[in-house]
């Protein structure tokens, strides 16, 4: 029940949004992710879109994970 | 570099490898064993899928703590509002009830609400509130959504209460049975369960923020990192644990920043307490817990079923005899220490709320054979 799950979203109509599970489309509430556009990725939890997925923090982490790695295991 | 791949390098074995070389270095360097807890059964998942236990060094441990609304949700709110569909019954009103799929199957010692529909009541299973708001428009029943859920899902919650005082819909009502889970860690705590760090839920962390954790820290120097749920997510929140302790660091750290922000999701903060008030409540098989639950305000009371019909409260044992699940949602024990698993208690025939919901410790463990 807690599962929330990563999706595209490919539409808006007010207040909803469809969202794009890895080719599954449904309907999604995004009245808490104001800002959302068409392509970004969203965390939906029971229908609705509880925050987007930052592209660029993802890869920035990421980054960041490799380098303390590569400085422990050197 | 596409969404896609970004989350399928959080899969990575290689990422996965090289981070669990550097938690063997780190746990080397303790003093004593540890033990790191979570709250949350979609971590739970991620560790007993991906066999995290077995990888681990001896000297490290994961436990699960209550990270499962619905095996938490009290035995007297699930028997109260099958008396009311009986009230309703009684006096010729159709009730809807609608709710999740796990919460639909959780025994009672007076059955469950699968049980109800056995019966002819009209229960319904849910993927989310906004399912069962949309029937309500629908349908002219009275619609009855027995809410169970942390924050993560009382928000959702709030943005349909939203709906329903904007459109004014008068046939769609609530049970509240909705928990905070800082509070119940807390508690844990003071009731001495002890715990070396916290790894915390990333998506209740959503919406309430890394600052929704801070004073656990501040107040019992307990390090905490927030987690997301792919493997490497996990594994990066043992290693920073680890690092923190063998550093002398007592901190909170975000691990899922590509999610959760600092002040968590303010909107979403917002309507929950635009329409909830905080208040003791009790968990199933755990107790009161101050400041645990979420109440709607007096000017919503209109939206509560309770409103309309109340009959008294029962009093129920929590747990059938030999379930251990307080110990298990306590950090105590792992499901396998409990003499019915896998015997007598199975998903088909579960016999505490443990085994029944895809977020129990207990279910999870049966699901992928972990015997250990
Ligand atoms: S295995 Fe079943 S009986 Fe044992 S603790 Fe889990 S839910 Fe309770």
Same mark, same amino acid.
């Given at each position: 029940m807690c599962l929330a799950i990563p999706g595209k979203v490919v539409e808006i109509r007010g207040n909803t949004a469809i969202v794009d599970y890895n080719g599954i489309r449904k309907e999604a509430r995004i009245d808490f992710v104001k800002d959302v556009r068409v392509g970004d990725y969203v965390i939906v939890h029971t229908g609705f879109a509880i925050e987007k997925i930052d592209e660029d923090e993802a890869i920035k982490s990421l980054k960041a994970w490799d380098e303390v790695l590569r400085d422990e295991n050197e | 570099m596409r969404t896609n791949d970004i989350l399928s390098a959080y899969r990575s074995r290689d990422i996965a490898r090289r981070i669990l070389q550097s938690i063997k270095k780190e746990a080397e360097k303790l003093s004593r064993p540890v033990k790191f807890m979570h709250v949350c059964g979609t971590h739970e998942d991620t560790v007993t899928r991906g066999g995290i236990r077995s990888l681990l060094p001896n000297n490290v441990s994961i436990v699960a703590g209550p990270g499962c609304p619905v095996c938490i949700t009290p035995v007297e709110d699930i028997v109260k509002m099958m008396e009311i569909m009986r009230l309703a019954k009684e006096s010729g009103e159709k009730i809807t009830l609608t709710t999740f799929g796990d919460m639909y199957r959780i025994p009672t010692p007076r059955g469950s609400f699968a049980d109800m529909r056995a019966q002819g009541h009209d229960v319904r299973i849910v993927y989310s509130i906004f399912d069962a708001y949309k029937i309500s428009l629908k349908e002219k029943n009275l619609v009855v959504h027995f809410s169970p859920g942390f924050e993560t899902t009382t928000a959702p919650t709030a943005g349909i209460l939203e709906s329903v005082e904007n459109d004014g819909v008068e046939n769609f009502k609530i049970y509240s049975v909705h928990r905070l889970t800082p509070p119940a860690v807390e508690a844990l705590i003071k009731a001495g369960t002890s715990f070396d760090g916290l790894i915390d839920p990333g998506h209740v962390s959503t919406i309430i923020g890394v600052r929704g954790w801070e004073y656990i820290t501040r107040k019992y120097g307990v390090p905490q990192v927030v987690a997301g749920f792919e493997p490497v997510d996990m594994l990066a929140a043992i290693y920073t644990l680890l690092k923190m302790i063998n550093d002398g660091e007592v901190d909170i750290k975000n691990e899922y920043t590509r999610v959760v922000k600092y002040q968590g999701n303010t909107a979403a903060q917002e309507a929950i307490y635009k329409f909830f008030r905080v208040s003791d409540a009790k968990w199933r098989a755990l107790g009161i817990i101050p400041n645990s639950g979420l109440e709607l305000r007096e000017k919503y009371n209109? =939206?509560? =079923?309770r409103s309309r019909y109340n009959p008294p409260t029962p009093s129920l044992p929590?747990?059938?005899?030999?379930?251990i699940c307080g110990a298990v949602l306590r950090g105590y024990a792992l499901p396998t220490e409990c003499k019915l698993f896998g015997k007598v208690c199975t998903p088909e025939t579960p016999v505490g709320p443990c085994m029944v919901s895809y977020e129990g410790t207990c279910h999870i463990f049966y699901k992928y054979g972990a015997l250990i």
């Amino acid at each position: 029940m807690c599962l929330a799950i990563p999706g595209k979203v490919v539409e808006i109509r007010g207040n909803t949004a469809i969202v794009d599970y890895n080719g599954i489309r449904k309907e999604a509430r995004i009245d808490f992710v104001k800002d959302v556009r068409v392509g970004d990725y969203v965390i939906v939890h029971t229908g609705f879109a509880i925050e987007k997925i930052d592209e660029d923090e993802a890869i920035k982490s990421l980054k960041a994970w490799d380098e303390v790695l590569r400085d422990e295991n050197e | 570099m596409r969404t896609n791949d970004i989350l399928s390098a959080y899969r990575s074995r290689d990422i996965a490898r090289r981070i669990l070389q550097s938690i063997k270095k780190e746990a080397e360097k303790l003093s004593r064993p540890v033990k790191f807890m979570h709250v949350c059964g979609t971590h739970e998942d991620t560790v007993t899928r991906g066999g995290i236990r077995s990888l681990l060094p001896n000297n490290v441990s994961i436990v699960a703590g209550p990270g499962c609304p619905v095996c938490i949700t009290p035995v007297e709110d699930i028997v109260k509002m099958m008396e009311i569909m009986r009230l309703a019954k009684e006096s010729g009103e159709k009730i809807t009830l609608t709710t999740f799929g796990d919460m639909y199957r959780i025994p009672t010692p007076r059955g469950s609400f699968a049980d109800m529909r056995a019966q002819g009541h009209d229960v319904r299973i849910v993927y989310s509130i906004f399912d069962a708001y949309k029937i309500s428009l629908k349908e002219k029943n009275l619609v009855v959504h027995f809410s169970p859920g942390f924050e993560t899902t009382t928000a959702p919650t709030a943005g349909i209460l939203e709906s329903v005082e904007n459109d004014g819909v008068e046939n769609f009502k609530i049970y509240s049975v909705h928990r905070l889970t800082p509070p119940a860690v807390e508690a844990l705590i003071k009731a001495g369960t002890s715990f070396d760090g916290l790894i915390d839920p990333g998506h209740v962390s959503t919406i309430i923020g890394v600052r929704g954790w801070e004073y656990i820290t501040r107040k019992y120097g307990v390090p905490q990192v927030v987690a997301g749920f792919e493997p490497v997510d996990m594994l990066a929140a043992i290693y920073t644990l680890l690092k923190m302790i063998n550093d002398g660091e007592v901190d909170i750290k975000n691990e899922y920043t590509r999610v959760v922000k600092y002040q968590g999701n303010t909107a979403a903060q917002e309507a929950i307490y635009k329409f909830f008030r905080v208040s003791d409540a009790k968990w199933r098989a755990l107790g009161i817990i101050p400041n645990s639950g979420l109440e709607l305000r007096e000017k919503y009371n209109w =939206i509560d =079923i309770r409103s309309r019909y109340n009959p008294p409260t029962p009093s129920l044992p929590d747990l059938e005899k030999g379930c251990i699940c307080g110990a298990v949602l306590r950090g105590y024990a792992l499901p396998t220490e409990c003499k019915l698993f896998g015997k007598v208690c199975t998903p088909e025939t579960p016999v505490g709320p443990c085994m029944v919901s895809y977020e129990g410790t207990c279910h999870i463990f049966y699901k992928y054979g972990a015997l250990i």
